[in-house]
């Protein structure tokens, strides 16, 4: 089994920045992607960033330019930097980890980002 414990998230207005980090432990096997999703109110969820353990990152059209993923190997962790924040940005946001080679993933529990316009 593995555990996400994600953390960061908040409210802000409109323009500025917030970050989100997710740290997974337990089973961790390589090769694995950690990836970021969101779900917005009414909406199902969607696919924000991803990065693969020593491998590339993807971003959501929606979001390039102005999300960074980034990775920490030693800890099993991704952190999310989010800029130039829109109110279409807002919703709960949740940390992915899927085995490349198992094909399980996981899921963390969701943190709340909101942004006011």
């Known amino acids: 089994q593995v555990q996400l414990v994600e953390s960061g998230g908040g409210f802000v207005q409109a323009g500025g920045s917030l970050s989100v980090s997710c740290a997974a432990s337990?089973?961790?096997?390589?090769?694995?992607?950690m990836s970021w999703y969101r779900q917005a109110p009414g909406k199902e969820r969607e696919l924000v960033a991803s990065?693969?353990?020593?491998?590339?990152?993807t971003y959501a059209d929606s979001v390039k330019g102005r999300f960074t993923l980034s990775r920490d190997e030693a800890f099993n962790s991704v952190y999310l930097r989010m800029n130039s924040l829109k109110s279409e940005d807002t919703g709960v946001y949740y940390c992915?980890?899927?085995?490349?080679?198992?094909?399980?993933?996981?899921w963390g529990q969701g943190t709340q980002v909101t942004v006011s316009s």
């Open positions: 990065i693969f353990s020593r491998g590339p990152t």
């Open positions: 992915n980890l899927r085995h490349l080679r198992g094909g399980d993933e996981y």
């Open positions: 337990g089973n961790v096997f390589s090769p694995n992607v």
